[in-house]
């Protein structure tokens, strides 16, 4: 079965990308940049690629690092993803797309990244550096 955006979207019960960002979700896993203004949908559609890969298994979602500039932002992103992959979990959907149950398992045990850079660097530096050598507590 080929999921689309719009399927994923209907099936999660979410209204569906406009062709912009249906588009931008099930783009090729490559580097790409995607400008859009104020209000243009960007972390909706963040969201949206983040649940249709892990839908089509191209990833498990604690394969995921999203990152924002803003506290408010990763808030946002995080609380999104993190509820879509919940009701990802809970359709029938993902039946149809893994009927071996092993995908529905994985979505159950990962659990995605969202952080501002600030805050995934300082992580970064906290986990590693005694290795550099500097204190793990500095900021």
Same mark, same amino acid.
């Given at each position: 079965?080929?999921?689309?955006?719009?399927?994923?979207?209907?099936?999660?019960?979410?209204?569906?990308?406009?062709?912009? =960002?249906? #588009?931008?979700? #099930?783009?090729?896993?490559?580097?790409?940049?995607?400008?859009?203004?104020?209000?243009?949908?960007?972390?909706e559609?963040?969201?949206?690629?983040?649940?249709w890969?892990?839908a089509? /298994? #191209?990833?498990?979602?604690? =394969?995921?690092?999203?990152?924002?500039?803003?506290?408010?932002?990763? =808030? =946002?992103? /995080?609380?999104?993803? !993190?509820?879509?992959?919940?009701?990802?979990?809970?359709?029938?959907?993902?039946?149809?797309?893994?009927?071996?149950?092993?995908?529905?398992?994985?979505?159950?045990? /990962?659990?995605?990244?969202?952080?501002? &850079?600030?805050? &995934?660097? /300082?992580?970064?530096?906290?986990?590693?550096?005694?290795?550099?050598?500097?204190?793990?507590?500095? !900021?």
């Amino acid at each position: 079965m080929e999921l689309t955006p719009r399927a994923l979207a209907t099936a999660l019960g979410l209204p569906p990308p406009t062709d912009e =960002q249906a #588009a931008v979700i #099930a783009a090729p896993a490559r580097p790409a940049l995607v400008v859009a203004g104020a209000g243009a949908g960007k972390t909706e559609t963040m969201a949206a690629r983040v649940v249709w890969l892990v839908a089509i /298994g #191209a990833m498990l979602p604690e =394969q995921v690092l999203g990152l924002t500039f803003t506290r408010k932002a990763a =808030q =946002q992103l /995080g609380a999104r993803v !993190r509820s879509r992959l919940r009701r990802l979990a809970g359709s029938r959907l993902l039946d149809e797309l893994d009927p071996s149950g092993e995908r529905r398992a994985a979505l159950l045990a /990962g659990e995605p990244t969202v952080a501002t &850079y600030h805050a &995934y660097a /300082g992580r970064l530096v906290a986990e590693h550096a005694l290795r550099l050598p500097a204190e793990p507590t500095a !900021r």
